[in-house]
Structures are given as C-alpha cells and as structure tokens.
T-cell receptor
Framework: SQQGEEDPQALSIQEGENATMNCSYK?????LQWYRQNSGRGLVHLIL?????REKHSGRLRVTLDTSKKSSSLLITASRAADTASYFC?????????FGAGTRLTVKP | ETGVTQSPTHLIKTRGQQVTLRCSSQ?????VSWYQQALGQGPQFIFQ???????GRGNFPPRFSGLQFPNYSSELNVNALELDDSALYLC?????????????FGPGTRLTVL
C-alpha cells in the first residue's frame, strides 16, 4: 500500500518556469525522500529530508517538510527540458519505505 | 550510471511458474532493497537485505523470497506467479541498513506474466 500522495498527478510547464510538486502522507515518519524516474527506468535519489528538518536545498531543488501538516513540497527552479520525468516522494518509517504514485512533469522547450 | 546492474532486462512467464531476478550492487555497498512497480504506480517495497540477512519486509506474501550473497549481490525469487505480478522490479543498493542512506537504483527487470 502507498502512504504518500503526490499532487498534482501531472504538470506541464514551459522551460524556465518553476515547478512545484506536493506530497502528503498519513503517519509520522523518520525521514522523507524525493526521487526522479525517467521513462519507467531506475529511480534517481534527489534529496533526503529528516523529520526534524524544515527545508533543504540541492542546486535548483528545494524541499520543504511540514510534519504538523504531514506534507512536503519539491520545488524545481528554472526548469529545463531534461527535467521531464516522474517525481516520487517516499516516506520512511522504521525499515519500511513507501512511495506515492508520483507526479508526471513535462517541461516544454 | 549507478553501478547497479539487474538481469534479465525483460522476462515473460506464465501463471504458476517461478522466476528468479538478479541484482549486482554497487561496489562497497552491503545493503540491497527490492521494489515492485506496477504500470503507472509508485514502487512498493518488497524487502531489504543487509549483510546477508533480511532487514525489513513490505506487505508481500511469502512466495516473494530473496537471498543476499557474500559479495552482496542479491536474488529475488517469486513462486506461483500470478497475473498481478506483472511489473517492473527494481533493486537498489546502499551502504548501511535501513533507508537513511542514498539508494542507488538499477534499471529494473520488466516481468510479464501471461
């Protein structure tokens, strides 16, 4: 069963715009991770944010975590066509890791 | 490229058969996790092996079993295949048990059950 739910399911933007994806979950977590997947291939780890952290940055990526609302967001700034992919959040509780269904991002050149 | 390899790339089986999927972890990694990803869905955690011992399991029946070898490569075995087992099977290697370290995913094995 999946714990996280990404919103929106699909997002289409122009190159150079920012993309924001949200993730909501149901139970308390140890940490939350964001992954990217291109065309049904292997996932690429983007960022891990721990339950006691509120914000993390990595290059053009910014992740926030609000444990009171049980939600996280991933912001990609100045998007590029190469950012076109599916993005998943994954919540970690103990040794269990649960992914959401993902947001499909399309960046038009 | 992550250094994690999986074989085979594609596989077609019929209901009731058994299948073995293989994963070679990145050099130096002692942990392998397996995931099932149905079409259009997120991956679902099957189980994890850390230093040859099972170290956590998701909500999958016992017909899904695994092994980790002394070189930390791993196998996923599925018995009595069902149509719903058709999916992309992903393995990921990491250093250290659990899910707090960065996981490096292989390209996956696409299993089709007819």
């Amino acid at each position: 069963s999946q714990q996280g739910e990404e919103d929106p399911q699909a997002l289409s933007i122009q190159e150079g715009e920012n993309a924001t994806m949200n993730c909501s979950y149901k139970t308390s977590i140890n940490n939350l991770q964001w992954y990217r997947q291109n065309s049904g291939r292997g996932l690429v780890h983007l960022i891990l944010i721990r339950s006691n952290e509120r914000e993390k940055h990595s290059g053009r990526l910014r992740v926030t975590l609000d444990t009171s609302k049980k939600s996280s967001s991933l912001l990609i700034t100045a998007s590029r066509a190469a950012d076109t992919a599916s993005y998943f959040c994954a919540t970690i509780v103990g040794n269990d890791m649960r992914f959401g269904a993902g947001t499909r991002l399309t960046v038009k050149p | 490229e992550t250094g994690v390899t999986q074989s085979p790339t594609h596989l077609i089986k019929t209901r009731g058969q058994q299948v073995t999927l293989r994963c070679s972890s990145q050099s130096g990694h002692n942990t392998v996790s397996w995931y099932q990803q149905a079409l259009g869905q997120g991956p679902q955690f099957i189980f994890q092996y850390y230093r040859e011992e099972e170290n956590g399991r998701g909500n999958f029946p016992p017909r899904f079993s695994g092994l980790q070898f002394p070189n930390y490569s791993s196998e996923l075995n599925v018995n009595a295949l069902e149509l719903d087992d058709s999916a992309l099977y992903l393995c990921a290697s990491s250093l250290g048990g659990g899910h707090t370290d960065t996981q490096y995913f292989g390209p996956g094995t696409r299993l089709t059950v007819l």
